[in-house]
């Protein structure tokens, strides 16, 4: 079963409403947004950080910023950058894809 797949039938099985929209890939959140015709503030990105030697998956509003700092306080760490696009085709899909299934790391439920 794709990831796909797996989404759809999660949705259906939750009886959650769901429209599938098919696009050209974007990577950037605005570009979606314009091309799915909605808002900002109706998207989400995922963004793939290295923290130490671990990765985290961070899942928020698209029209939220990330800002480093205030996670790096809060993981207590000074050490933290994005994943590289090779880091990302391994560990999850190329940019612009949803990065499922997520690296054994980034499922601790943790959001700031």
Known sequence: MTVLEAIRQRLETEQIGFRELHHKRTCMSADAARV???ELRNGGKALLLKVNDEFALFVLSAER???SALIRNQLGTR????ATREELQQLTAPPGLVPLPPPRSA???RAW
Do not use: A, P
């Not at 050490?79 to 994005?82: A, E, I, N, W």
């Open 36 to 38: 799915r015709g909605k």
């Open 107 to 109: 499922t601790r439920g």
């Open 79 to 82: 050490r933290m950058r994005f």
């Open 65 to 67: 910023r990330v800002y």
